[in-house]
C-alpha cells in the first residue's frame, strides 16, 4: 500500500516518468515483516558433545538460532531494506516488552524482546551480534525461566507485538524455533488458550513458519502441539509463502550438515516472501483464457543510493525530500490539476489534454496474449531488452487455470518451443511483444527445488530498438587457427558445462555493503586487500594457464604465422613490421601503425578512423592535435603528401 | 552524422484538384497534401536542421517566382524557399495550399523552377536532392523543354519522384477507367521524363499506403567499451591471450517522444477553472492553438523542498536548506553520514577490462537468464591481426556450440558484471553478441509447486488432480499448439513460406503512435485523434487465417480444459462458511464456541481477530451491525489517540478489514455509513485535532464507500464514491 512517504525517496517527477518496466515498485509495495520468536530452555541452549570432526556441531540451537536471525538481519538490511525484523526470546527468566509501551497492563512473562519489530537499526545489529559472540552477554540473558512459559502468552505477545509495530503489513511472519514439541503437556486449558490464540494470529493475518528442532535422543513430533497451532497456506494462495521445504521435515544436524546449517538454508528459502508482479488473464487462444500471476525471479540488485542527511544535530538525521511544481515564469506553486502536457515540435509545444495522452497510450487492457508458437531456436541470442518474468498460474479468476497452464508448459518444455505473446503488463503499460519460453524444474541434490518450473515472459526488442553494426572488416580465421583455438576452450569448461549465479556474488555490492556495515556499526573498515581476496568473479588465471597455457601459445603461434602471411600475400610486406611479440598479444599500439595509416591515406580513407586513433597517431607524430577531426585528418594528409 | 537533404514539392493546387474523385471523401489536393504533410512532419519529429523542404504551388492564381520575366513561368508561385520546417511554416503553409480558380500552368516550367532553387540552396555542397511533382496530371504541359530539363536533373544529381492522382499503375494495381484522353497523354509524357532521370513514378494511392509503415531511425554507433578480450593474466603469465576489441550497442530500446509539463501563464487564458480548459486545449476549434504559438504556456519545474524530523518544531519536521545538507547512505533504519571524501571508500575500484572466466555448454544455457539488452563485439576496427584472432575465437565457439562468461569492466573505476559472450556469424559480419548475467544477489530465491505432479502435505505424490491435464488435455494441447505454428505462415515477394512476426517486422507501437499522433496534430488542430496504425496493432492478435485453421484443435483444447471464470460475484462471495482449521483439523469454531473463549465484546488490543470470530459465529444482523460499529469505535478512538500519525497505521488496517468483511456479508450499507460519520468527525476534527492526513490515507489506501460496481447491495454509484474522496463535507 501507498504509504504517503515512502522513506526518503525524493517524489520523483511521476508524470514525466514513462518507463513502463515490469518492476515491482510501481505494481504495489508489498512489506514483510518477520518477528524471529527462538525458545530458551535447558535443551536449547545445551552444548552438542566435542567432537573432533570439523564438520561437526559447535552451537547449541539457541545459538544457533541466534546467528541465524543474525545472518538474516543482516541479509535483509540488504536485500529489503524496508522490511521489518524483530527478535522475541521466550522462556528466559527475564521479561521484556516495548520500552516504553504506555499500556503495559498485559505483561507477557518470560518473553523477552530482544529487538523490537521494526526496520533494523545498526544498534539491533549490534545487539545481536554481541548476543551471538559474547560469552558474558549471552550467560547473562539465556537463562530458562523456573517455570514453564505459556504459549498462549508467547503467542499474544507476538500478536500485540505485529498489531502495534505492523499495521496493514500484507506479510506478517512469525518464525518459531524451539525443539519443545509438547509445551504443555497434559495441561488441557492451557494448550486450548494457545490455540485459541494461534486462531487470533491465523485472523490477524499472522502465518507462522515453525522451525522445529529434532535431537539425536528426541524426535520432534508435530502431532503433539504444533499441529493445532500452524495452519497450511493453500497452495491457490500464491501471495502466501509456500511451504516447499515440507512443513513436516524437522531440522537436525548429522550427515555431515551442521545444524546451523541446515536451519540457515530452511530460513532462507523463506527468507522473502513471494511478492506478485502482476495478476493478469493469459489467453492461450480465442476463447481460451487463464490466469496467472508474474513474478520477479531475476533483479539487478543495486547499492542504495545516496541520501541527503542533516548533520547539525547531534546524530545525522535522514531527510525528506519532497517536490512541488512552480511556474517557471512566476515561481509560483501549482497544482497538479494545473498542469499541462505538451510535446517540443517543430520549434513549439502541442499539448494534449490528458484524456487524449491516455488514449494515444492506451492499447488495450492488460493481457498476456499469445499470437502464435514459433521453435526456440527462431529467439536469437541478441533479442533481449531486460530480465524475463517468471510466470505461475492462479485460480482467482479462472478455475482450471494450473491444468491448462500445465498442459502448455509440458508441451512447449518437451518439443522446445516458445509462444510470442501481445504483452501488456499493467493498466497503461506499452504493448511489449514477448517470447513465451519453458523452464523445466530443477533440483538439488537434496531434493530441494533450485529452480521452478514454469513459464517465462522474455520482452523482445522492436525493429526499431535493433542497432546496426558498425561497418568493419573481417579477417576470417583459417581452419588450423580455429582447430587451435577449440583445443584451449574445451580445456576450460566451468563445472557441468553451466553458470551457476549462485557461485558469483557481486563483489562491488559486497564490497559497498561491508564498508557500510563497518560505517553504520562504527567499526574499523575492511583491508583494501580483502576486496580483490573475496572477488569471486576474477578469472582463475593459474588455472587457465595450467590447462590451456600450452595451448594458447600454441594457437598464438599459428595466428602470428597466418597474420605475416596475408599480408605477405595480399599486401606486401613493404610496411614497417608488427614485432613479433612473445605474447600473443593482439592490441595495436594505442595509435594505428604506420603502414595502417598510409593505407587509409591512399585509399583516402582517413576521416573513417576514429578522432582518438588520429590523435594518438597524430601525437607520436609530434603533429597538432588540436581542433576538430576534419582539422586532424587535413593534418595528417598533409602529413603523407609532404613526405 | 547524417547527410543533409533538400526537398521540393510541387504541389498541383488547380480547380481540378479541389474535387472530389474516384469515391474518396477528401478533395485530390487534400489527398495528395496527407503524403506531402507526412513527409515534412515526420522530419520535423526528428528535429533535425539538415532536413530542407521546399514548396512550389502550381497552377495558382497569381504568379510569384523568380523565373516569372519569363511568360511559360505564370502561376506558379514559391510557397517556401527550402529550409527547416518549424511550426509557423506548416500554418503558413496552410493558408497558401488552396485550390485556386484555374487550371492552367505548367508542370515543366515548375520543373525547371524547381531545379532552379535546388541549385540556389544547396550550391554545390553535399546534399541528398529530390524534388517531388505533385499533380493529377490535368492541365496543359509544354513539352518542349522536357529533353533538357531531364539533362539537368541527372546532372544535378537529384532525384526526381512523380506522384500522381490516380495515374494508372499495373505493379501497384490501379487504373482510372474512362480516362480523360489529355490525362493520360500526360501520364505517359510525365513516365517518359521520370524514366528518362532514373526517378520514381508512382501513383498517389501507393505511396499514401506506405505512409504509415514506420521508418526506423539509424543510430550511430558508438561504441561503450574499448579494450582488451583476455584470457589468462596478461600481466604475469606468457601464456596469456589477448585480443583488442570494441563494443557496441545491438539493441537499445527506443522511447517515444517525451511530453514535457507546462502551466498557463498566469496573466492570460481563464484562471477560474483551469482544470476545464484544458480541455478544449487542441481540440473544438482552438484557433488560438494555431495563431498564437506559445499559446500561454510556461514550463512548470520542480521545486523541492527538504525536511528532517525534529520533535521541538510544533508539526514535527523542521524545513532545511540544501546548502545545509550532507550526503550520506541509510543501513537499515540507522543514518551514516558520509563525507564526500570517504564516498571513494565505498567504490569498488577496477581496472577496464574484459576477462574470460570460463565457458559454458549452449545447450545448457538458460535463457531466461539474460538481464539485459545486448551488445556486439567486433575486433578493433584498425588491427587486422586482431580481426584473425577473434574470428578464429569466434568460430571456435560456434564449433563446439560454446559460450563464453566474461567479467566485464567498461570504465576504469567502473563496477564489474558478469556477460555471457556468444558467436555470431552472418554473411558479412562476425561478431561476439554479450548480454549481462545475474550474480548470486540478483536471485530470488521462490519456490513453487512442481507443474506435473502434486506434493499433498503429508508428502504423497499425486499424478491426477484437478490441478494436472489428463491426457486429453495433454494430447489436445500438443496438437493446438502445432497448429498454431507461425514460423512459416508469412509469404516472402517470391510467394514462399516465411517466419511471420520476425523480429523486423514488428515495430514498437508506443514510439510510432506518439510521433504519428504529433504528426497529425501538427496539421490537423481540429479533428479528433485517429486510432493507431493497423501495422502497429498487427501483432495484437493471432492472424485471422491460421485461428481459422486451427479453430477445431482450439474446441478440443476447450472441451478437455473446461475452464470456469469466476464471476466477481463469487470472487466477493464470503467463503464457505466454515471456520478455517489448523493442521490438525481441529475444530477451533468449538473451542472459541465455549463460554470461556466467547467474544461478544471487542478489545482495542486484540480487534480484528475479534472481530472476524464475532462474525464467523453469527448471522444475525443485529450482531454483524454491532461489531462493525463496535470495531469503527476502535478505529476511531486508535485516531483520537493517535500521537501524530503513530496510530494511523492500525486505524487503517482496522477499516480494510471493516470494509471487507462488510463488502463480503453483502451489507455494504453498514461500511458506508460508518465511514460517512467518520469522514465528518476527522474533517470536523473531533478526534483529537487535525486529522488530514488520516482521510489522505484513506484515500491512499482505497478505502472509500464501496459503490454499486462493487458490489450490487450498495446504493452508492460510482460518481458518488469518487466525489465523496475529497476532503470536503457536502
Given amino acids: 500500500m501507498a504509504e504517503p512517504s515512502d522513506r526518503n525517496r ?138 514453564p512459559v505459556s504459549m498462549a502468552s508467547v503467542l499474544f505477545c507476538a500478536n500485540q507485538i505485529f498489531a502495534t509495530k505492523a499495521p496493514n503489513f500484507s506479510s506478517r511472519r512469525l518464525f518459531l524455533v524451539t525443539d519443545n514439541d509438547d509445551p504443555h503437556g497434559g495441561d488441557k486449558a492451557a494448550r486450548s488458550s494457545a490455540t485459541v490464540r494461534a486462531k487470533d494470529l491465523y485472523d490477524l493475518g499472522v502465518v507462522i513458519e515453525l522451525f522445529p528442532i529434532s535431537r539425536q535422543e528426541h524426535r520432534f513430533d508435530r502431532e503433539k502441539f504444533y499441529d493445532d497451532i500452524v495452519y497450511s497456506t493453500s497452495i491457490s494462495d500464491l501471495d502466501a509463502p509456500a511451504p516447499l521445504v515440507p512443513d513436516n521435515q524437522e531440522l537436525k544436524s548429522g550427515d555431515g550438515i551442521s545444524l546451523l546449517q541446515s536451519l540457515l538454508s530452511s530460513i532462507n528459502s523463506k527468507a522473502t516472501p513471494r511478492r506478485a508482479v502482476f495478476s493478469l488473464p493469459f489467453e492461450i487462444g480465442p476463447g481460451l483464457r487463464i490466469s496467472v500471476k508474474g513474478y520477479i525471479l531475476l533483479k539487478r540488485q543495486q547499492p542504495r543510493r545516496t541520501c541527503y542527511v542533516d548533520v547539525s544535530g547531534e546524530k545525522p538525521k535522514l531527510v525528506q525530500g519532497k517536490s512541488a511544481k512552480i511556474a517557471d515564469d512566476t515561481g509560483r506553486e501549482v497544482d497538479k490539476a494545473e498542469i499541462v502536457k505538451a510535446f517540443k515540435f517543430g520549434g513549439e509545444t502541442i499539448s494534449f489534454t490528458k484524456e487524449d495522452l491516455a488514449a494515444i497510450r492506451n492499447f488495450g487492457d492488460p493481457i498476456i496474449r499469445i499470437i502464435g508458437f514459433k521453435p526456440l531456436s527462431y529467439l536469437p541470442f541478441w533479442a533481449n531488452t531486460r530480465s524475463a518474468t517468471f510466470i505461475y498460474p492462479s485460480e482467482t479468476d479462472y478455475i482450471g487455470s494450473n491444468r491448462v497452464f500445465s498442459a502448455l508448459q509440458q508441451k512447449l518444455q518437451r518439443d522446445q518451443i516458445m509462444g510470442l505473446a ?69 580445456q576450460l569448461q566451468l563445472p557441468k558445462g553451466v553458470y551457476d549465479p549462485k557461485k558469483y556474488p557481486n563483489p562491488s555490492l559486497q564490497w559497498f555493503y561491508k564498508v557500510l556495515q563497518a560505517y553504520a556499526l562504527e567499526e574499523e573498515l575492511p583491508p583494501e586487500d580483502t576486496k580483490s581476496a573475496t572477488d569471486k568473479t576474477v578469472p582463475r588465471y593459474r588455472q587457465i594457464d595450467k590447462r590451456a597455457g600450452a595451448h594458447i601459445i600454441s594457437w598464438g603461434e599459428s595466428l602470428e604465422e597466418e597474420h605475416s602471411g596475408q599480408r605477405g600475400t595480399k599486401r606486401g610486406s613493404d610496411g614497417p613490421d608488427l614485432k613479433l611479440a612473445k605474447r600473443t598479444k593482439t592490441s595495436a599500439p594505442d595509435a594505428p601503425i604506420d603502414e595502417e595509416m598510409r593505407r587509409n591515406f591512399e585509399k583516402g580513407s582517413i576521416n573513417k578512423l576514429t578522432v582518438a586513433a588520429l590523435k594518438a597517431w597524430a601525437e607520436k607524430k609530434h603533429l597538432d592535435t588540436s581542433g576538430k577531426k576534419a582539422d586532424l585528418v587535413d593534418r595528417i594528409e598533409d602529413y603523407f603528401e609532404h613526405k | 552524422m547524417a547527410d543533409k537533404e533538400a526537398s521540393i514539392f510541387i504541389v498541383d493546387v488547380s480547380r481540378s484538384m479541389g474535387k472530389k474523385h474516384n469515391g474518396r471523401e477528401k478533395t485530390d489536393l487534400d489527398w495528395a497534401m496527407t503524403y506531402v504533410w507526412d513527409k515534412i512532419t515526420t522530419a520535423m519529429a526528428g528535429g533535425r536542421k539538415t532536413l530542407h523542404f521546399g514548396v512550389v504551388g502550381l497552377r495558382t492564381d497569381g504568379t510569384d517566382n523568380p523565373l516569372s520575366d519569363d511568360e511559360g513561368y505564370a502561376n506558379i508561385s514559391v510557397f517556401q524557399s527550402p529550409k527547416q520546417c518549424l511550426m509557423p511554416d506548416i500554418r503558413a503553409l496552410h493558408e497558401k495550399i488552396k485550390p485556386s480558380n484555374v487550371n492552367q500552368g505548367d508542370p515543366i516550367s515548375a520543373l525547371v523552377l524547381a531545379t532552379y532553387m535546388m541549385g540556389e540552396h544547396t550550391r554545390k555542397l553535399k546534399y541528398i536532392r529530390r524534388i517531388y511533382l505533385i499533380t493529377n496530371g490535368c492541365g496543359p504541359m509544354d513539352t518542349d523543354e522536357i529533353a533538357e530539363i531531364a539533362g539537368k536533373i541527372n546532372e544535378d544529381n537529384i532525384e526526381l519522384l512523380i506522384l500522381g492522382v490516380d495515374f494508372d499503375d499495373p505493379e501497384f494495381g490501379f487504373k482510372e477507367e474512362n480516362k480523360d484522353k489529355v490525362k493520360a497523354e500526360n501520364e505517359a509524357i510525365l513516365r517518359s521524363l521520370a524514366e528518362n532521370c532514373n526517378g520514381v513514378f508512382a501513383t498517389m494511392a501507393d505511396v499514401i499506403s506506405n505512409i504509415n509503415i514506420p521508418a526506423t531511425r539509424d543510430v550511430r554507433p558508438v561504441p561503450s567499451f574499448k579494450g582488451d578480450l583476455t584470457l589468462g593474466d596478461v600481466e604475469n603469465y606468457e601464456s596469456a591471450m589477448s585480443i583488442d576489441v570494441e563494443r557496441y550497442p545491438r539493441v537499445r530500446v527506443a522511447r517515444p517522444l517525451i511530453a514535457s509539463e507546462f502551466v498557463r501563464r498566469s496573466n492570460v487564458g481563464p484562471t477560474e477553472d483551469s482544470a476545464q480548459s484544458s480541455h478544449t486545449l487542441g481540440r473544438d476549434g482552438d484557433d488560438a492553438h494555431l495563431a498564437n504559438p506559445s499559446h500561454g504556456l510556461v514550463s512548470a519545474k520542480n521545486n523541492p523542498t527538504y525536511t528532517v524530523e525534529d520533535s521541538q518544531a510544533p508539526s514535527g519536521k523542521r524545513e532545511v536548506e540544501r546548502s545545509e545538507l550532507d550526503k550520506g547512505y541509510e543501513y537499515g533504519s540507522t543514518v551514516c553520514h558520509v563525507s564526500e571524501y570517504e564516498m571513494n571508500l565505498f567504490k569498488f575500484e577496477n581496472r577496464k577490462g574484459l576477462e574470460i572466466v570460463g565457458f559454458v555448454d549452449r545447450n545448457k544455457y538458460k535463457r531466461f537468464f539474460h538481464m539485459s539488452e545486448t551488445n556486439m563485439i567486433v575486433a ?334 450498495s446504493g452508492v454509484s460510482e460518481e458518488e464514491a469518487k466525489a465523496f474522496l475529497t476532503a470536503r463535507l457536502p
Fill in chain 1, 422 to 490: 501481445w504483452f501488456i503488463a499493467r493498466r497503461n503499460a506499452t504493448p511489449v511483444i514477448a517470447a513465451i519460453i519453458p523452464s523445466e524444474e530443477e533440483l538439488g541434490e537434496r531434493g530441494e527445488q533450485i529452480m521452478p518450473g514454469g513459464l517465462w515472459v522474455v520482452p523482445l526488442p522492436f525493429a526499431d530498438d535493433k542497432r546496426k553494426n558498425p561497418e568493419t572488416t573481417v579477417v576470417r580465421t583459417t581452419d588450423d587457427l580455429t582447430d587451435k583455438m577449440r583445443v584451449v576452450i574445451e
Fill in chain 2, 380 to 713: 578493433s576496427r584498425i588491427n587486422e591481426k586482431a580481426k584473425l584472432a577473434l574470428s578464429s575465437f569466434i568460430h571456435a565457439l560456434h564449433e563446439l556450440e560454446t559460450y563464453a562468461v566474461a567479467r566485464l569492466v567498461v570504465k576504469d573505476g567502473n563496477n564489474p558484471v558478469i556477460v555471457l559472450l556468444a558467436p555470431e556469424i552472418e554473411d558479412e559480419n562476425e561478431c561476439l553478441v554479450d548480454v549481462e548475467l545475474p550474480f548470486a544477489e540478483d536471485l530470488r530465491d521462490y519456490k513453487f509447486p512442481p507443474l506435473d505432479r502434486i506434493i499433498t502435505i503429508s508428502g504423497k505424490k499425486l499424478v491426477e488432480h484437478r490441478y494436472l491435464p489428463s491426457d486429453d488435455l495433454m494430447n489436445a494441447m500438443s496438437d493446438y499448439v502445432d497448429s498454431m505454428d507461425i514460423s512459416t505462415f508469412a509469404k516472402d515477394e517470391e510467394g514462399n513460406p516465411c517466419e511471420y512476426a520476425a523480429l523486423d517486422d514488428i515495430y514498437s507501437p508506443i514510439v510510432h503512435r506518439v510521433q504519428k499522433t504529433l504528426q497529425f496534430r501538427a496539421v490537423n488542430t481540429t479533428e479528433e485523434i485517429p486510432p493507431p496504425a493497423s501495422i502497429l496493432t498487427k501483432y495484437s492478435q493471432p492472424p485471422e487465417g491460421l485461428i481459422q485453421q486451427a479453430q477445431p484443435y482450439l474446441q478440443k483444447v476447450l472441451a478437455a480444459a473446461n475452464v470456469k471464470k469466476v464471476s466477481p460475484k463469487q470472487k466477493g462471495r464470503k467463503r464457505a462458511r466454515s471456520v478455517d482449521k489448523p493442521l490438525s483439523g481441529l475444530d477451533v469454531g468449538a473451542l472459541l464456541a465455549q463460554p470461556s473463549n466467547k467474544r461478544t465484546k471487542i478489545s482495542a488490543e486484540n480487534a480484528i481477530p475479534e472481530f472476524k470470530q464475532l462474525l464467523a459465529t453469527t448471522e444475525d444482523i443485529t450482531t454483524i451491525k454491532d461489531a462493525a460499529q463496535q470495531l469503527a469505535g476502535i478505529a476511531a478512538d486508535y485516531i483520537r489517540h493517535s500521537l501524530g500519525d503513530s496510530g494511523y497505521g492500525r486505524a487503517i488496517e482496522a477499516l480494510r478489514v471493516l470494509r471487507e468483511e462488510m463488502t463480503e456479508l453483502e451489507e455494504p450499507g453498514v461500511w458506508n455509513g460508518i465511514l460517512i460519520d467518520l469522514k465528518e468527525k476527522i474533517v470536523k476534527g473531533k478526534l483529537g485535532g487535525d486529522r488530514k492526513e488520516m482521510w489522505w490515507r484513506i484515500r491512499a489506501n482505497r478505502l472509500g464507500l464501496v459503490d454499486k460496481r462493487v458490489s450490487e447491495f
Fill in chain 1, 10 to 147: 525524493l517524489d520523483e517527477d511521476e508524470g514525466s516518468d514513462e518507463e513502463e518496466e515490469v518492476d515491482d515498485s510501481g505494481y504495489k509495495t508489498v512489506k514483510d515483516a518477520v518477528l524471529f520468536a527462538i525458545d530458551i530452555s535447558d535443551s536449547m541452549l545445551r552444548k552438542p558433545p566435542p567432537s573432533d570432526s570439523k564438520k561437526a556441531d559447535r552451537d547449541s540451537p539457541a545459538s544457533a538460532a541466534l546467528k541465524c536471525a543474525y545472518q538474516l538481519m543482516q541479509q535483509r538490511i540488504i536485500s529489503n531494506p524496508s522490511d521489518m525484523m524483530g527478535v522475541l526470546l521466550f522462556g528466559t527468566r527475564k521479561t521484556k516488552f516495548h520500552d516504553e509501551h504506555e499500556s503495559s497492563k498485559v505483561a507477557y512473562p518470560h518473553c523477552y524482546l530482544l529487538t523490537d519489530l521494526d526496520v533494523p537499526s545498526a544498534s539491533d545489529v549490534k545487539r545481536l551480534r554481541n548476543l551471538v559472540e559474547d560469552e558474558e552477554e549471552s550467560q547473562e540473558l539465556l537463562v530458562p525461566s523456573d517455570e
